[in-house]
């Protein structure tokens, strides 16, 4: 199974950008997103990976990172199989390398506790 994320790019403080995540795979990965809880990650450059945003199976509960609470939204289209993060009011503190992981287990926050994990996606926030 593998998780493709897309979306990243340059824009100016204050703008927007959705990153998209979806599966693929010789599984079923026609259910895979609805059956795994997925979270997005970040890591910058000299600075360790942190937790973004997690949705919890069956398009179930969120939970952000007080860093972008307000600002960002994860939500699930089971249909495209796809975990879209939507990302308002950006920052240059924003800027980062995003990676889109899913889990097995619920309510998952740290990054150890994810399976699969995308190639990643550069988010790049101009002052």
């Known amino acids: 199974v593998q998780l493709q994320a897309s979306g990243g790019g340059l824009v100016q403080s204050g703008g927007s950008l959705r990153l998209s995540c979806a599966a693929s795979?010789?599984?079923?990965?026609?259910?895979?997103?609805?059956?795994?809880?997925v979270g997005w990650f970040r890591q910058a450059p000299g600075k360790e990976r942190e937790f973004v945003a997690t949705?919890?199976?069956?398009?179930?509960?969120?939970y952000y990172a007080d860093s972008v609470k307000g600002r960002f939204t994860i939500s699930r289209d089971s249909g495209k199989n796809t975990v879209y993060l939507q990302m308002n009011s950006l920052k240059p503190e924003d800027t980062a390398v995003y990676y889109c992981?899913?889990?097995?287990?619920?309510?998952?926050?740290?990054?150890?506790?994810?399976?699969?994990w995308g190639q990643g996606t550069l988010v790049t926030v101009s002052s």
């Open positions: 992981a899913a889990s097995t287990r619920d309510g998952v926050v740290a990054a150890r506790g994810y399976d699969y």
């Open positions: 795979g010789r599984t079923r990965s026609s259910y895979m997103m609805r059956d795994y809880t």
């Open positions: 949705i919890g199976r069956s398009g179930g509960s969120t």
